[in-house]
């Protein structure tokens, strides 16, 4: 399917060799975070609870796209991990309950993201603008989602545990990273 895809495109449009690189692993990049994430609705969706999975991803997302972390090594093990990440919120989320825990879990996580992002992988360096420009976005991201964490606590604490275990995953996977050899200290 990419194949016709990147052949379709060559054929259309005149791009160097060089280009076609780059535009062939961005199609890459959108198939595979579009079959990760339509998966995890499939899944939020056969376990009743769509708007958990919209909820996580929206969380998730925001956060991690300017926080850095930890990636896994191969698309597969990037594909399980997202997956049984989701599945993991789906069963914690029927056992964790106590709301001082949910705020304390929550908070202990965007502190530490605030405090530590973006982290760097040593392959993948920022530029100082780069760096700026990630901090600025992901504390506006970060405000947003405790609007949103504040909203859902008062209504439903179900999806605010949501939103929780989804700082705690960022969190984590920034952790991860910072204290592997793949870390570059900014």
């Known amino acids: 399917m990419k194949g016709k895809l990147y052949s379709h495109i060559q054929s259309k449009y005149s791009f160097s060799d060089c280009q076609m690189v780059f535009l062939s692993h961005g199609i890459d990049i959108i198939v595979n975070d579009s079959i990760n994430m339509l998966f995890l609705l ?61 705020i304390l879990m929550f908070l202990g996580s965007i502190s530490y993201i605030i405090k530590n992002a973006p982290v760097q992988h040593i392959y993948n360096p920022l530029t100082e603008q780069e760096v700026i420009n990630n901090r600025n976005k992901l504390v506006r991201n970060l405000v947003l989602i405790c609007l949103a964490f504040s909203a859902f606590s008062l209504y439903e604490s179900h999806y605010a545990f949501t939103i929780c275990y989804a700082s705690s995953w960022n969190a984590l996977c920034m952790s991860l990273l910072k204290h592997s050899n793949m870390w570059r200290k900014t």
């Open 42 to 102: 499939f899944i939020a969706f056969i376990s009743r609870d769509l708007f958990q999975g919209i909820v996580y991803l929206l969380s998730f997302t925001s956060m991690r796209r300017h926080s850095g972390g930890w990636h896994a090594s191969t698309r597969l093990l990037c594909f399980l991990s997202y997956q049984l990440v989701f599945v993991f919120l789906l069963v914690c989320s029927n056992f964790i309950t106590d709301f001082r825990i949910i």
